[in-house]
Every structure is written in C-alpha cells, then in structure tokens.
C-alpha cells in the first residue's frame, strides 16, 4: 500500500507541474493578446509560491501538499468572509 501512496503522489506533482506549465503558456500568450490584464495571470501563482515556502520549511514534498491545501482552504475562506462582510457593510 504503501508504493501505491508514493505512485500517486508522484503522478500528482507530474499532472500539477503539466498543468502549472499550461496555465502559464496559455495565460501568457492571453497576455500578449490582451484578453487578460498581468495581475489576474499573477493571481494564479499564490498556490505555488505557498507550496515553495511550505516546502523549504518542512523539506517534505508530501506534507508541503498538504500544507499548501490548508493554507488555501483558510485564505479561501477568508476571501469569502470578507467580501461577504463588505457586501454586508455596504447594504446598510
């Protein structure tokens, strides 16, 4: 069981760095095209620059996942309470 774990953690990382690899090809070549402004393609890379700093503090590929997962689930809901907060604000 346990190779099973390592084999799909490692098809993991392999499907997120294609699919990290395409966003940015296709988000740039939109950039260049002008259908999308810079700060929206930045946007997109908060998850991976939480998973690099995740990673040099634990060292461990698999925890740093998790890490970044949580971390993005709490900034997730974060985002919602305050946008629901200032929509709340505004009504009054």
Known sequence: MEVFSQFALIFMLCMLGLSILGIT??????????????????????PLLVFIVAYLITGNVGISAIYTLLIMLALKFLGILISGSRSLISNF
């Open 25 to 46: 090809i296709f988000g740039l070549k939109n950039v260049i095209t002008q259908k999308h402004k810079i700060q929206q393609i930045v946007f997109f890379f908060i």
